[in-house]
């Protein structure tokens, strides 16, 4: 389990970050309009969550990385319930407002991936398991 755990806090936080950069006004469109700079937070939370991965890929920044991304995935939760309160205005998203809600407890497991792969203590010594 930790295995998939490190896959996901490292690699695949890795390509979403990239992606804020690849479609950006994507990301702008589900930032709750009570929070200025859309753009900017984009860019700012594209670079937390890339720099958070390539951090947990590593065992001395592991620990760190974690937290740090564990911060960053509540950051951006808001987001994600702007974007479930108003499911109309994201018609392309697959499964509609079901998956929109559903999507909200999948941050908890998000969070436990994290926690799972970079701040639970390790039975392994770093360097013994991949």
């Known amino acids: 389990m930790r295995r998939i755990a490190r896959f ?3 690699p695949v936080m890795a390509f979403a970050g990239i992606y804020h950069f690849v479609v950006p006004r994507t ?7 009570a929070l200025p700079f859309h753009m900017p937070l984009v860019y700012v939370s594209g670079v937390a969550e890339l720099l958070g991965a390539l951090g947990t890929m590593h065992p001395k920044t592991r620990r760190p990385a974690g937290w740090f991304l564990i911060a960053t995935l509540i950051a951006v939760f808001p987001a994600n319930v702007n974007m479930a309160l108003r499911p109309e205005e994201y018609p392309g998203v697959p499964g509609g407002r ?3 809600i559903a999507r909200l407890p999948l941050q908890a497991l998000f969070i436990y991936w994290v926690w799972l792969a970079t701040l639970k203590d390790d039975p392994h010594p ?3 398991e991949a």
């Open 8 to 10: 996901f806090a490292g």
């Open 27 to 33: 990301y702008a469109s589900i930032i709750p309009d």
């Open 98 to 100: 079901i998956a929109l």
């Open 126 to 128: 770093a360097g013994t």
